[in-house]
């Protein structure tokens, strides 16, 4: 199993062990937001949309595993994207650049997972600089960062809305 897909299915699974309450395999909107909720997060509602924008498909109001699978890189987009709602881009180039070089290294990017307490920190900076570091120059700039959110379209970000 490539590191990669061992990444994804890891992600999946802590996902999945994070927001799905009632163990049924899917994970409702309201126990997304009450997820953040918990996490003491100020817009758990603007999270939640996020991701439910991303994933959501079928516009059930529920993720479910083939779901997941079918979007996981976008998770960690709408996640980011989530992180920046609340930042800028320039803070956070600046949470992960510890030397103040205006780009992140990889060896500063695991430093950062290690030091959040990720299982496997190499794994997970691979996967963000499989998705951002498009020149393949072993660094993400602040024009990484800009390229790769252009793709998010904000106007989509907060507005959805899940049936009662």
Known sequence: ????????????????????KDKN????????????????????EHIANVIFIQYDKNKD?????????NGVVKLAAAYTYSLLHELNLATFLSR?????????SFDELENEYKRSGSKDPKAAAEWIYHSMDKKSDATITMDDLTKFFEKIDPKKMGTYNAPK
């Open 96 to 104: 992960f650049d510890k030397n103040n070089d205006d780009k992140i």
């Open 61 to 69: 109001s529920k993720i479910r595993l083939d779901e997941l699978k």
């Open 1 to 20: 199993m490539s590191k990669l897909k061992k990444l994804v299915d890891e992600q999946i699974q802590n996902f999945l062990n994070k927001f799905d």
């Open 25 to 44: 395999g899917e994970v409702s909107y309201e126990e997304c937001v009450s997820y953040w909720r918990s996490q003491g997060v100020k817009d758990p």
